[in-house]
């Protein structure tokens, strides 16, 4: 990771089927998560092993609130890995939502983005008969058998951050950013910008596989398609690290000679990249000859987006733990719940850009970043 990670967990967050995310101006939520602060961890995340035991053997449907009972409900979450800020952010926000102070015991698997881990780590919180269980999918596919094994067992499940291709009635409810929205953001900004000046764009893109990977590229081509004058010359995976995004950026200077558009599908990629064009002698941001779109607007990214030297940066908010927290209680109350809830993105522009599509940023919008 570029920097150091301070993640301010102070959120701005509704529940509702659409959920607005901070910052900018956009005026958000009605409510706000209380503000805690906790330094994310800069080591690596621990082995993918299960860390903790102790199954609740009470029957979800008829427990009550912890905090009108004094019951814990034990969560599994199968956590995609650490390869991000993102998911730092992502994975702290899960541990301060289910604490034990709230009413819960949480397991917590980082599958190091290893598909057999992650299936693995679902399969066990299913033998330990969790009370719910929380997936963070690796990849879209490959995930019916296990859903109907976590079914028949009784075990209501939550997809979160990311989506699977599995049919819906295998799961009780998905919790994320709409990526294909964020791609077409990123595309309709681009647009905008060149206003009808020809790009010639490479592309570095998240994990193969990912609907985070699927769903940004889906969005970016849908408005790509609507540009003649823009070419696509490459599209290769960094894998959502910033290392892999510096080793496609160096193989892509080695291929092409001529582009004046990198989109990065995750800050840390963006940052990777820019160590590669600064090594090479390639400018970038909005004095220089490469034109980066980022995702996430982390903290970082969006410093580098105040400082110019990203132009675009599309937000996906980590901050989602609440939603999973309140899906939880209400099903721990006998209450329907959504199939869906929605978190919905901002775009981030460089001082001196302004857009229709994106607010503009200034230090109060930096400053306001909670990760
Ligand atoms: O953009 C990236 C992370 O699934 C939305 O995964 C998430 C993505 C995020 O590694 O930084």
Redesign the pocket.
């Known amino acids: 990771m570029k920097k150091k990670l301070a993640v301010l967990l102070a959120g701005t967050m509704v529940m509702a089927s659409l959920v607005g995310c901070g910052g900018g101006d956009a005026a958000p939520a009605e409510t706000s998560a209380p503000a805690a602060e906790t330094p994310a961890e800069e080591e690596e995340a621990p082995a993918p092993e299960a860390e903790e035991e102790a199954p609740e053997a009470d029957d979800a449907a008829e427990t009550e609130a912890p905090a009108a009972s004094g019951d814990t409900i034990s969560v599994g979450f199968a956590q995609?890995g650490h390869?991000?800020?993102?998911?730092a952010a992502n994975t702290q926000n899960y541990q301060d939502a289910f604490s034990e102070a709230n009413g819960y015991e949480l397991s917590f698997v980082d599958a190091d983005n290893d598909n057999a881990v992650q299936l693995e780590a679902v399969r066990n919180f299913i033998q330990q008969e969790m009370d719910y269980i929380c997936i963070?999918p690796i990849e879209t596919a490959g995930w019916d058998t296990v859903l109907q094994e976590a079914q028949d067992a009784g075990i209501p499940v939550l997809i979160v951050?990311?989506s699977v291709d599995a049919d819906p009635s295998l799961y009780t409810t998905q919790i994320?950013?709409d990526?294909v929205a964020e791609g077409e953001m990123a595309g309709n900004w681009l647009g905008e910008y060149l206003d009808g000046a020809e790009a010639k764009i490479l592309v570095i893109e998240?994990?193969v596989g990912?609907?985070?990977t699927l769903g940004r590229t889906e969005g970016f081509n849908n408005i790509a398609a609507q540009h003649s004058e823009w070419e696509i010359l490459d599209s290769q995976s960094g894998d959502?690290t910033q290392a892999g995004g510096q080793e496609v950026m160096e193989s892509f200077i080695k291929s092409y000679s001529d582009f004046n558009v990198v989109v990065c599908?995750?800050?840390?990629e963006a940052y990777g990249a820019m160590d590669a064009m600064d090594a090479a002698g390639i400018t970038y941001g909005v004095d220089g000859d490469v034109i980066i779109i980022s995702?996430?607007a982390t903290h970082d990214g969006l410093q580098y987006t105040l400082d110019g030297k990203i132009n675009c940066n599309v937000e996906?908010n980590?901050l989602q733990a609440e939603f999973a927290a309140e899906v939880i209680q209400k099903l721990q109350a006998g209450e329907a719940v959504d199939a869906q809830t929605v978190v919905t993105d901002q775009a981030f522009v460089a001082p001196g850009i302004t857009s229709q599509y994106a607010v503009t940023m200034t230090q109060e919008v930096l400053d306001g970043r909670a990760y």
């Open positions: 995609v390869e991000s800020d993102w998911r963070a951050d990311r994320g950013c990526m998240g994990s990912a609907s985070a959502f599908q995750n800050d840390n995702f996430d996906c980590p």
